[in-house]
């Protein structure tokens, strides 16, 4: 019994000098909330970069493999999109969010045509407007699927989604 009475006495002295757990401090607690915000502008610097290269990959494609000649305003497109996929990697690793800095004029440069593009396509803009003089007429549908979606259009909709996520990363990064 002696033997018993002595483990649990020490078991009551060390329960009383030592602490329970540490609670969390403030300054881990921002920590850890800077570190989940910062994984989030990392996400959101990746998916851009993501789509990127999947634009740049399916525009190799179409040209390539499928032999669709690009017109002119098709390659100024290009011009604005396959630069991206190495800027964006390049401010991933490590994460740098002053890389909108870089990436969004240039993204923006590439909307402002291929919005063009789309409004010459659908004739909302005469063709006498049109850059393309020779080789392929800007005008031209070259695919169309699902009876809507065109090679311009889906070369808006990955600039605005770029776009769209280079502000959203501009915004959390600047707080």
């Known amino acids: 019994m002696l033997y018993a009475d002595a ?8 329960m009383r000098t030592e602490p329970p ?16 915000t910062a994984s989030a502008i990392w996400q959101l610097g990746f998916a851009a970069w993501l789509i ?28 604005c999109m396959f630069p991206l996929v190495f800027i964006l990697a390049a401010g991933l690793f ?5 890389i ?5 004029p240039l993204s923006s440069a590439g909307w402002l045509i291929a919005v063009f593009h789309l409004l010459l396509e659908k004739g909302v803009i005469a063709e006498s ?15 169309e699927w699902f009876g809507f979606v065109t090679i311009p259009l889906l070369a808006v909709a990955a600039f ?6 280079l502000i959203v990363i501009y915004f959390r990064a600047s707080k």
């Open 7 to 14: 483990e649990i006495s020490s078991i009551d002295v060390a």
């Open 21 to 36: 757990i540490k609670a969390a401090t403030l300054s881990s607690a921002v920590a850890l909330v800077g570190s989940a």
């Open 52 to 79: 990127a290269a999947i634009s740049t990959l399916a525009a190799l494609f179409l040209g390539e493999v499928m032999g669709l000649t690009p017109c002119v305003l098709c390659w100024y497109q290009r011009i």
């Open 94 to 98: 490590p994460f740098d969010p002053r």
């Open 100 to 104: 909108v800095r870089y990436a969004l």
């Open 129 to 143: 407007v049109t850059p393309c003089t020779q080789g392929v007429p800007c005008s031209q549908v070259q695919i």
């Open 160 to 165: 605005t989604v770029i776009n769209a996520l």
